[in-house]
Structure formats: structure tokens, C-alpha cells
């Protein structure tokens, strides 16, 4: 009787010092990452939410609690509906040009070359994603600002005889952050899809060939279709960056001229960051973002196989 | 149909020599296996005649013209490949209607065709599955299929049975090979597997290193293996060799003598002699004593201790009738012996040995 | 062309072989050519301002931008490395192909010293020394009395450079400390809300961090850690966390469970295990992870702008945009690019020396 009485407490004992543990490695293993994002992205979305309701602005000081950010962003601010349209011109344009089509056409020629070459092209290509944003965005400045000596105007005068020098910040800034964007978006694009068509199984190539498959026949065929996946995910996910990421834009042509190449992302920044200080404004501006953010972020979480990344742990100990 | 023909072809990967030069002749409608162990160059070889690699050097001759580097597409040979390489996106008729796309067959056609050729390889009613749904049988007769749909002058194997479980692998066997005869096409087989070379092969073509050791029919591989590298190869369990020195008509392996007949051969040797050749017997022959023995269903393999060596004797019916520890004697057929010379590793044609001393 | 053997009488079959093959040929070589060129062609753009900023680093002066040493170094090096090329498939063997080499790139190196050599020069590089490197052209400025060019006080570069090593370096140990503790329990225990902690850091990994560029500010303004640098390294060890966490997943779920079953068999608790036993197998993520934490560190711009004032404060970002911007009429590109050089460096070198490491890293089961 004492005897299982005994047992019994010893049992209980070793379970609750197995439950003790359990809390204690989840507190210890898990603790310090969720209470970092929680610090950093939970806490910021709350205060962004509470801000967007005041009057905060350049003094740091709250007066009072109100709705007239929302009330300015939907009725009274002329410049929204251009920087909107704006904005997905340039997403959209960005997108398809340069990180889905253009990277995809670079994986493709870099992996049909022989192995040095091809290594050879993806570091040139690299480079820009390699160099810190401020440097690029010099080199872009001094490639196509409007002085005669800008390598585009060179390029122009010297070789092509053109007489004046052009400004294309000036005549095209559209287009100057659709490259400069593009560049980077390309390579990131390029990197993703290399991996993929390597991975892919070279004796399908081998089948297809015997199979009176062409070179373009082969792409079509046996590539694309392998590429589907990790062309989901490039769209995706560029479509949130080219969204929200405005530091090139802002080093290289400020959102100017004219507004000319002032995007969403950038247009939140100036407002609050910029003469302004409209912090409270553009906290509200900025939840507008983080309402697609979110759910776009859901999308690539719902396409990646969420029981494949997850395997039956095979320990059970704590 | 066609004839091939190997010229001194060549093939280097960069540095590497793979293939150093290899002449073959395949008749129309013949089924050649090429045999040997894995890393000697079967799939370079075979992959040369798909057309996927160019050779480096030689020339390589479809019905007595040169090939060389003419594109895959344009040769007209069916493949099957070790992995098979289903096209993972696409349903079975897709999969086998894929080589059809590329000849401009009318739509009509494509499905009688593909419909035939799944019959034929009796995976009919699996047409509309992808290649993730099938079993490994499936997939081997849907990528069959496939490489037969296009009627092709040359079929290519590599390794076709190699991914199966051995049940099954019987049945693709004799399937494979009925298949080959009803349709006469000239078929080359790439395996590591002696049996499957020697059960379906009109001839084998046994490779190392790159190099062809032999070329003959199973029988010949098995009665006379031109080399010590194929004696060793083919023939399960495998053969017996044993260092031994030939001088005045006698041969001494391990210290014993034996008395050479037939050929004279002198100096360094190897003697050779299968496991199934040797017999337990009452007198005579050499004395012996079993170290060990394994049971292997209708056969016992028993490996003595002998003069010679320690050597494996094949006896046949189920159940062990020696026990290890067991003194016993041994003798062998003078006719069954093989002897290669050490060095060059070749046969000593002609050449015997028996037990009875010189 | 023919076989050694075949007959002097061509069947018709051959000629049909022949053509096939000619073709064959036709297509390869066409298709070879198009790839190069479309390659050539693009990569033309990318390297060339890359190129520029190297030789203006060396030979501008202060007489403005110039490109008198960019074109004779294009005209120099392009051929030599188009020889050096052509030379690789022309060689017969690799003491042939070495000579070849060799004897390029002697002519090369001689034709470079007596045609651009003259221009070479490291003034550029002073403001590694003299803090007041802009001195000179502040009086020109003062001279044209420009009242509109802003008198920026500069701190040392090495002040910017120790602050962006620090920012980078602390960022990158504390991250990699808390992922690798994150992702292995995430990647090894069963606990009720995993599914939902993966998908927590999977969702937020793709979570735009400039939305939340105001209230961070307004946060760290709140609790004191505005213009201080552990501010923005918090924040940088915020916004990589996630990635890290699933990153450092995805590696340890490629460790066998062997290895852990072992040590536990052997008399180890699940901590002793995964210090001594689990964490030596990931190695390589941790590198990655770390590599890749210091390099957004060493680059960060947009918060270091936002969250940082004072110039004692300044990271290699904002000191390479400030000479920039001090420049910016076009006095002095030399300098500007000698910065930018500087600051590009380590970027660089990491990137290269970590390559294998940080193309180890999958993404939702994509290598990136
Ligand atoms: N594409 C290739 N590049 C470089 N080496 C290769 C290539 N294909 C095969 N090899 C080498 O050639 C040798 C023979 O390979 P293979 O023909 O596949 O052998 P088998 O099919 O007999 O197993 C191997 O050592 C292999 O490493
Ligand atoms: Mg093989």
C-alpha cells in the first residue's frame, strides 16, 4: 500500500517535473525569439494602429483623439489617387519586366552556358544586390544624371553623336527607378530560379531530347513547368517589397521631379519623416500598407506546404 | 531497324577519360547487353548513341554512316532510363504522346498510337494518372511506352530493372524480352546485373574501366571468359581463383602441385575454377575440411579448407549434408578448369589442370 | 569529314546523315552565340558603373567627374579578357594554356602602367586619415560664396566604420544566438502551438518592416533608444529574426535524429545534447545566418536614416551618403568614390567568401 502510494508519487512527481521542464526549454528555446518579434513587429503594428487616430505630429505631442487622418487620406488629400495609380504602375511594371521575366531569362541563359561562364554572368549580376543601397544609388545617379559627364550622356555624345546631353531623371524618372528597382529585383529572381532548374532531375532534359524536343522546345516543356512554384513565390513576395521598400527611390530621385516618381511607400516616409512631421498621418497612411502586407504574406504562407516543413519530431523527452 | 557500329570511339569528360577506345558491331534486330560493374561507362556509351553526348573521337555508324553528331532528336531511338524520367507534370498519355508532338502526328493518330503502345505494355487504364500515382512497375512500362511509341529504329535500356523488387523484376524481365522478339528492334541493354545480361542478351558486351573484356553470348562468357575480370564477374556465386606458378608441365598453387594438361603454360597464373564444378567426394582428389556453409535454398555453398586454399564448393538440393569440421575430399573436371595468365589477366585457351600429379 | 572507313561512293543515307549533322552543328553554334550575346549585352550596364567607381576611386581629382581613364581601362582590359578567353578554348593543353596566359596579361599589365598609370593615384583615399578631408573644396565653395552649401561637420570615417561594426556585429550574435535556440525547438518538440509558431515567423519574415518604419520610431523614441546605436541594432535584430528563425529550421531539420538519440542513450539531457551535439551539425546555417544578418547590418540605410541624428553616431551608410551629398555640385567624385570603395569592400568580400553558405539557405523549400 505505502509501496504504491510511493509509486504513485513518484509518477506524479516525474510527470510534473517532466511538465516543469517542457515550460522551462519553451521558455528558454522560444522566449527571447517571440518576445523580440513580439517587440518588433506586434507592438509596432498596436501603436501604428493608436497613432493613426491622433493628432501626433511634428512636437511629439498628443493633443487629441481623432479620425481625421482617415477622414484626410479618403476624402481630402488630391495627391493620394496619383501616388496610388502611380504606385502600381511601378509595382506592376517593375514585376513583370525585371523580377519575373528578365531574372527568369538570366537563369535560363546562365544554366545553358558551360558552368564558369554561367558563374561568371550571375556574380556580374550580383553585384548590385552585393553593394550596400547607398553606393548603388550613387552609381545610378552619376549613370544618368543630366551633366555631360554622366555615362549615359558618354555614351550618347561620344558614340552615338547625340549633341545635347539628356537628363533622364529628368525626362524619364519612371523609368530610372523601374531599372534601378529592376536590378536588384532581376537578381534576386535570377538566384531563386538557378537553384530551381538545377535541382531539376537532368535526365528529364536527356528524355526530352530523345524525344525530338529543341532547345526552346525543352524550356517550354520540361523548365516552366518545374518553375511554377518558385515563380509563385518571386511574384509574391517582390510584388511586397517593390511595395513597400522605397530606398532607392529615395537616393535616387527623392520621389521628384515633380512627384513624378513619389510612390506610396515613399510618399508615407515624406510625409512623416519629411518637412512635415505628420507622424499621425502617416500612421494612417501606413496601415492602408500593412493591410495588403499581411495578407500577401498569408498567400505565401498558404502556397508553402506547410505539413512538409513539418516533421513528426522523433524525441519525446523534454 | 538498323546496324551499329563503333568505330575507336573515344569519350573524355574534360580530363577524364571514360571511354578510351571502343570498337562494336550491332546487328539489326539483335538485343546486346552491355555488362559491368557501375562507374565503367555503360550509360556514357549508351548516351553516345542516343545522342545526348558526342563522342570525342571514332566514328559512330548508323547502317554504315557516320552519325557522330547528329542531335538525338533526329536518330529515332527510344530510351529508358534507370529513373525512368517520367515528365512529372504531365499524365500518362501525355507522357507517351510527348515524342509525338515533335513529328507533327495528327491528333487522330497520336491517340491511336499511344493507345496501342499502352496496350502493349499493358498500362492502358492508367492513361490519365501523373507519374507520382504510379508504382514503380507502372511508371518502368509507362516510360517502355513511351520510347516504343514512336517506332524506333534503336532501343536504349539503362538500367531498366535496376529500381524494381526482385518479384517483379522477373516478370519485366521475360516481358521486356518477349516484347524485343515480337518487334525485332535492335535493342541495347545496360545492366551491372549478370543475370539480367545473360536471360535476355542475344550477345553481352562485358565492360571495365571502359574498355570491352569480352563479346559473346552468355555460354561463351560463362565456358570461356576471355579474361580473369570476366571469369570473376559472371557466375553467382562467384568463381574460385587462385594464385598458382606454372613450370615443366606442372602447376603449383599454394605449395601443392597439380599436373597441367591440353596448352603449356608457364609462369605466373591464375587457375580458375566455379564453385559448381566442384564436387564432394568419397576417394580420390584432394582432402579438405568445411570451414562454413550457407544454406542458399536448392543449392549449399560450403567454403574448405583445401591445399589449394580456401576455396567455395556449389552443391546442389536443399539441406546441408555436410556438417563444418566435416573431413571430406574434393575433385573437378580437368575440362572446367581455367587458366589466365597473371599479368595480361587473359585466358590460356586450351590450357587444363587436374588433380592427379605430374 | 567522313569516317576513315566509309567509301568513297556517299550513299544517299549519308548525305541525309551529313545534313542532319550540319545542322546539328548550325543550331548549336547559333544558340551558343545568341546566349552570349544576350549575356554580354545585359551585363554591359551592371559592370561598367562598377568599373567606374574603381578607376575614379584611383585617379579622380578635383577637378570634377571624368571618365579619361575609365575608357583606355575599358579599351585595355575588354580585349585582354576576351583573349584570355578565346585563349581557354584555343589552348591544347595546361601549360600551353598557362604561357598564353601569362603572356596576355604581362602585355596587358605594361600596356595599363604606361597608358593609365600616369593618372593612378591614392589622394582620394586621405579622408581615411584627415577627417576634414572636404576642407579644400569648402573654400572653393567659400570662394564662390555659395550660400546654399551646407557646412556638415564630419566625424573621422573610422568612427562610421567602428559604429556600423558594432550595429552589425552585436545585431549578428544576438541573432544567431536566439534563432539557433528558436529553431531548434521549433524544428525537435512536439508542443501545441508549433504549426502556429512556424507559421508566426513564416508570415512575418514576408512582412514588409518599412510599414513600420513610424511606429518604431515613435517606440524608440518613447523608451529612450532614439540617435543611440543599440536602438538601431535592436531594431535590425527585430526585423532578421524571423528569416533567421526559419533559416536555422530548415537546418536543423537536415540534422539525423541519430545523432540526438545517441547522446540521449549516452546519459545527456536534451540541452546537453543540443549544445554539444546538435548545434556543432549546423555550423554552416549559423554562418549563413550570421553573414547574412552582418551584411543587411553593414548596408542598412533607411532606419540608421530615420532613428540616427548626430554625426558621432553615423554608420558607413550615412557617412557615405552625407559625402555624397556634400559633393553632390560636383566638386570632388574622387573622394565620393573612394568612399564608396571602402564601404563596398567588406560587403563584397563577405559575399563571396560566404557564397557556398549562404546558397546552403531554402526558403519554404526553395534554395535562396
Ligand atoms: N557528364 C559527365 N561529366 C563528367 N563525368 C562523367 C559524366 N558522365 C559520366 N561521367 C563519368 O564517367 C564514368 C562512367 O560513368 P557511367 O557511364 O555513368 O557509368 P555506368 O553507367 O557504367 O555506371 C564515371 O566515372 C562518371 O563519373
Ligand atoms: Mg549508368
Keep these: 500500500m505505502g509501496a504504491t502510494a510511493e509509486d504513485a508519487a513518484i509518477r506524479a512527481s516525474a510527470r510534473s517535473s517532466m511538465k516543469g521542464r517542457e515550460r522551462a526549454n519553451m521558455a528558454m528555446f522560444l522566449g527571447p525569439a517571440f518576445l523580440v518579434v513580439g517587440f518588433f513587429f506586434v507592438v509596432p503594428v498596436f501603436v501604428d494602429i493608436a497613432i493613426s487616430f491622433t493628432d501626433l505630429g511634428r512636437e511629439l505631442r498628443i493633443t487629441e483623439i481623432t479620425t481625421k487622418n482617415y477622414e484626410r487620406a479618403f476624402v481630402s488629400d488630391r495627391q493620394l489617387p496619383a501616388v496610388i495609380w502611380r504606385t502600381l504602375w511601378y509595382v506592376g511594371a517593375t514585376l513583370l519586366i525585371f523580377n519575373t521575366t528578365f531574372g527568369l531569362l538570366l537563369a535560363l541563359a546562365t544554366t545553358s552556358i558551360s558552368r564558369t561562364s554561367g558563374t561568371f554572368f550571375r556574380a556580374v549580376w550580383l553585384l548590385p544586390r552585393m553593394s550596400p543601397s547607398v553606393v548603388y544609388a550613387i552609381l545610378w545617379v552619376w549613370s544618368v544624371h543630366g551633366g555631360d559627364t554622366s555615362l549615359v550622356n558618354q555614351v550618347l555624345m561620344h558614340l552615338a553623336g547625340t549633341e545635347e546631353p539628356i537628363d533622364l531623371r529628368q525626362t524619364s524618372p519612371m523609368w530610372v527607378i523601374i531599372f534601378a528597382n529592376g536590378f536588384i529585383g532581376a537578381s534576386f529572381a535570377m538566384i531563386i530560379l538557378t537553384s530551381a532548374i538545377r535541382s531539376i532531375p537532368g535526365h528529364l532534359y536527356h528524355a526530352a531530347r530523345c524525344d525530338g524536343a529543341g532547345s526552346l522546345a525543352r524550356v517550354w516543356h520540361i523548365t516552366l513547368p518545374q518553375l511554377r512554384w518558385p515563380l509563385t513565390y518571386i511574384f509574391i513576395w517582390q510584388t511586397l517589397s517593390l511595395l513597400t521598400s522605397f530606398e532607392y527611390i529615395l537616393l535616387i530621385t527623392g520621389g521628384g521631379p515633380f512627384r513624378a516618381t513619389t510612390v506610396y511607400a515613399i510618399f508615407i516616409f515624406q510625409r512623416a519623416f519629411g518637412s512635415s512631421g505628420q507622424y499621425a498621418y502617416g500612421a494612417a497612411l501606413a496601415f492602408f500598407l500593412i493591410v495588403p502586407g499581411v495578407i500577401l504574406a498569408l498567400l505565401l504562407w498558404r502556397i508553402s506546404n506547410m505539413r512538409r516543413l513539418l516533421q513528426r519530431p522523433r524525441i519525446e523527452v523534454q | 531497324m538498323a546496324t551499329i557500329e563503333f568505330r575507336r570511339i573515344q569519350k573524355q569528360f574534360g580530363d577524364v577519360t571514360v571511354i578510351p577506345d571502343m570498337s562494336l558491331k550491332i546487328d539489326d534486330g539483335e538485343f546486346v547487353s552491355l555488362l559491368g560493374p557501375s562507374g565503367c561507362g555503360k550509360s556514357t556509351t549508351l548516351f553516345m548513341l542516343a545522342g545526348i553526348y558526342l563522342p570525342s573521337g571514332g566514328d559512330l555508324l548508323f547502317d554504315g554512316a557516320r552519325v557522330n553528331e547528329v542531335e538525338a532528336r533526329d536518330r529515332n531511338v527510344g530510351i529508358v532510363f534507370q529513373s525512368y524520367a517520367l515528365y512529372p507534370h504531365m499524365t500518362v498519355f501525355k507522357n507517351i504522346a510527348f515524342p509525338l508532338k515533335f513529328k507533327k502526328v495528327p491528333d487522330a493518330e497520336v491517340s491511336r498510337r499511344v493507345h496501342d503502345a499502352a496496350e502493349l505494355v499493358r498500362v492502358a487504364e492508367l492513361l490519365e494518372r501523373r507519374p507520382e500515382q504510379l508504382s514503380g512497375g507502372q511508371q518502368q512500362r509507362v516510360a517502355l511506352a513511351r520510347a516504343l511509341v514512336k517506332d524506333p529504329t534503336l532501343l536504349l535500356l539503362d538500367e531498366p530493372l535496376s529500381n524494381l523488387d526482385a518479384s517483379l523484376r522477373l516478370v519485366m524481365r521475360t516481358e521486356i524480352k518477349a516484347l524485343q522478339e515480337r518487334l525485332k528492334v535492335t535493342t541495347v541493354l545496360v545492366t551491372h546485373d549478370q543475370v539480367e545480361a545473360t536471360t535476355m542478351a542475344d550477345r553481352i558486351v562485358c565492360m571495365s574501366d571502359g574498355k570491352i573484356e569480352q563479346i559473346g553470348t552468355p555460354d561463351d562468357l560463362y565456358r570461356r571468359p576471355a579474361s580473369r575480370f570476366v571469369a570473376a564477374f559472371v557466375g553467382s556465386p562467384p568463381i574460385n581463383l587462385l594464385d598458382g606458378y606454372a613450370a615443366d608441365g606442372r602447376l603449383i598453387v599454394n605449395d601443392h602441385p597439380l599436373a597441367l594438361e591440353g596448352e603449356p603454360a608457364t609462369g605466373e597464373v591464375i587457375l580458375g575454377i566455379r564453385p559448381e564444378h566442384l564436387q564432394f567426394m568419397a576417394t580420390g582428389g584432394l582432402e579438405c575440411r568445411i570451414d562454413q556453409i550457407e544454406p542458399m535454398g536448392r543449392e549449399t555453398l560450403y567454403v574448405a579448407d583445401s591445399p589449394l586454399g580456401n576455396i567455395r564448393v556449389l552443391e546442389s538440393g536443399a539441406g546441408a549434408r555436410h556438417a563444418p569440421g566435416e573431413n571430406l575430399r574434393i575433385g573437378f573436371h580437368p575440362e572446367h578448369v581455367l587458366l589466365f595468365e597473371r599479368g595480361r589477366e587473359t585466358l590460356i585457351t586450351g590450357a587444363r589442370a587436374s588433380v592427379r600429379q605430374g | ?368
Design chain 3, 1 to 368: 569529314m567522313s569516317g576513315t572507313g566509309i567509301d568513297a561512293g556517299r550513299t544517299e543515307a549519308q548525305r541525309h546523315w551529313d545534313e542532319l549533322a550540319f545542322r546539328a552543328r548550325r543550331s548549336r553554334r547559333a544558340k551558343d552565340a545568341s546566349l552570349f550575346t544576350f549575356l554580354i549585352a545585359v551585363s554591359i550596364p551592371v559592370i561598367v558603373p562598377y568599373f567606374w567607381l574603381l578607376t575614379l576611386a584611383f585617379s579622380a581629382g578635383m577637378e570634377g567627374v571624368d571618365t579619361k581613364v575609365l575608357w583606355p581601362s575599358i579599351l585595355i582590359l575588354v580585349p585582354a579578357v576576351v583573349a584570355t578567353w578565346v585563349w581557354a578554348t584555343l589552348a591544347r593543353s595546361r601549360r600551353h594554356a598557362m604561357t598564353g596566359w601569362g603572356i596576355i596579361w604581362l602585355v596587358t599589365i605594361v600596356l595599363y602602367a604606361v597608358i593609365v598609370g600616369p593618372h593612378l593615384h591614392l589622394y582620394n583615399f586621405r579622408f581615411l586619415y584627415i577627417p576634414e578631408f572636404n576642407t579644400a573644396y569648402r573654400e572653393i565653395v567659400a570662394a564662390e560664396d555659395n550660400p546654399e552649401f551646407s557646412l556638415t561637420s564630419f566625424p573621422s570615417v573610422w568612427s562610421a566604420f567602428w559604429n556600423s561594426l558594432f550595429i552589425a556585429g552585436t545585431a549578428t550574435l544576438i541573432v544567431v544566438t536566439i534563432s539557433s535556440l528558436a529553431g531548434y525547438y521549433i524544428s525537435r518538440f512536439q508542443y501545441r502551438f508549433r504549426a502556429s509558431s512556424l507559421a508566426t515567423m513564416l508570415i512575418l519574415h514576408a512582412f514588409p518592416t518599412t510599414v513600420l518604419l513610424i511606429p518604431i520610431f515613435i517606440v524608440m523614441w518613447q523608451i529612450g533608444l532614439l540617435d543611440t546605436l543599440t536602438g538601431v541594432m535592436l531594431v535590425i535584430v527585430g526585423i532578421e529574426m524571423p528569416f533567421a528563425v526559419f533559416i536555422m529550421k530548415g537546418f536543423f531539420d537536415a540534422v539525423p535524429w541519430e545523432i540526438e538519440m545517441s547522446a540521449l542513450t549516452d546519459g545527456a539531457t536534451r540541452r546537453q545534447a543540443f549544445v554539444r551535439v546538435v548545434l556543432p551539425q549546423v555550423s554552416n546555417g549559423m554562418i549563413a545566418v550570421a553573414v547574412f544578418v552582418f551584411i543587411r547590418g553593414w548596408e542598412e540605410f533607411i532606419f540608421v536614416l530615420t532613428l540616427l541624428s548626430s554625426n558621432v553616431r553615423w554608420t558607413m551608410s550615412l557617412y557615405t551618403f552625407f559625402v555624397t551629398e556634400e559633393t553632390n555640385l560636383g566638386v570632388d567624385y574622387g573622394i565620393v568614390s573612394a568612399v564608396g570603395l571602402f564601404y563596398i569592400i567588406p560587403s563584397f568580400l563577405l559575399y563571396t567568401i560566404a557564397q557556398k553558405y549562404l546558397l546552403q539557405m531554402t526558403v519554404g523549400g526553395l534554395k535562396g
